[in-house]
């Protein structure tokens, strides 16, 4: 399985940091006894995350796929998260592929949690936020936006306003339907039970298919589908999306891109007799 190119794409993968969260809410109503011999916790409780970005190139257009969680926190909400990073760890991360922030064109992003949204800011020594990427524009789908300006009670500590409401008021904002084509070759697929207007990004030419997971799978583990993540506002939602999805993505060869796996970065699966299995896998180099 190989996911350098597709169509006109050269596809680069972006480690841009890890981080830790609860296991019992990564992993909802299963039992620790299960999940902690997947994603072995800490005394905290926490669980290892990446947060792993796609950077698309096909020579006039340079998409950056999520933007991270960005590198401006005070070291209290560094040491709550254990947040593992370099200063500016996108930019490092793209120099080290002779990118640089001032090259990006275009920023899609499949939701406005912090964890996915915060790296599309920088803040100043005076406090002061703008956009991280200068030339870029920001795609964020409208159901979405709404969803993050006027947050459910439960959803609210994810959304940090901070990291989104310059780039409408920068004019960089570009607002879209749900399930919509952003450049030929990346399109939009929606999913809710997460979160209201998550768009998963998809990725494809006539012979292959790359699913940017996002949070409706946020870990290898989650391809088993009643392990629902105990964040998703609407569980019973999710489990109905994920069925329809992996079904598919078993059916037609997809390949499955996770954010937030520590260990592995994507799969291709088979439907077995009652779940599904992986067939084939890249695994994180460092």
Not at 195 to 201: K, M, N, V
Request: charged fraction near 25%; glycine fraction near 6%; charge should be negative.
């Amino acid at each position: 399985m190989n996911i350098d190119k597709i169509g006109n794409w050269k596809i680069t993968v972006l480690e841009t940091g890890d981080f830790r969260l609860d296991g019992g809410a990564m992993m909802g109503s299963v039992p620790k006894a299960l999940w902690n011999k997947t994603n072995p916790s800490d005394e905290k409780n926490r669980i290892d995350l990446s947060m792993r970005c796609l950077l698309l190139d096909d020579g006039q257009s340079r998409v950056l796929i999520e933007s991270g969680i960005g590198d401006y926190y005070p070291e209290k909400f560094k040491e709550m998260f254990r947040i593992k990073q370099s200063q500016n760890t996108l930019s490092n991360t793209l120099s080290n592929y002779d990118y640089y922030i001032t090259d990006i064109t275009h920023v899609v992003l499949t939701h406005l949690h912090f964890d996915h949204a915060g790296g599309c800011i920088v803040k100043d020594d005076k406090g002061c936020i703008k956009p991280k990427f200068p030339n870029a524009k920001y795609y964020v789908s409208k159901s979405n936006w709404e969803a993050a300006i006027n947050p459910s009670p439960r959803d609210r500590a994810s959304y940090l306003k901070e990291n989104f409401l310059c780039l409408e008021k920068e004019g960089v904002l570009e607002l879209f339907d749900d399930n919509a084509s952003i450049l030929p070759g990346i399109n939009t697929y929606n999913v809710n039970g997460h979160t209201e207007g998550q768009q998963l990004i998809k990725i494809s030419d006539q012979n292959n298919v790359l699913i940017f997971c996002s949070d409706l799978i946020p870990l290898r583990s989650h391809i088993t589908p009643p392990w629902i993540m105990g964040y998703d506002l609407n569980a019973e939602l999710t489990l109905r999306e994920k069925e329809v999805f992996l079904d598919e993505a078993a059916n037609k060869g997809w390949i499955l891109f996770f954010y937030h796996d520590p260990l592995t970065v994507a799969v291709k699966i088979k439907k077995d007799k009652k779940y599904y299995s992986v067939i084939d896998e890249i695994r994180r180099e460092n």
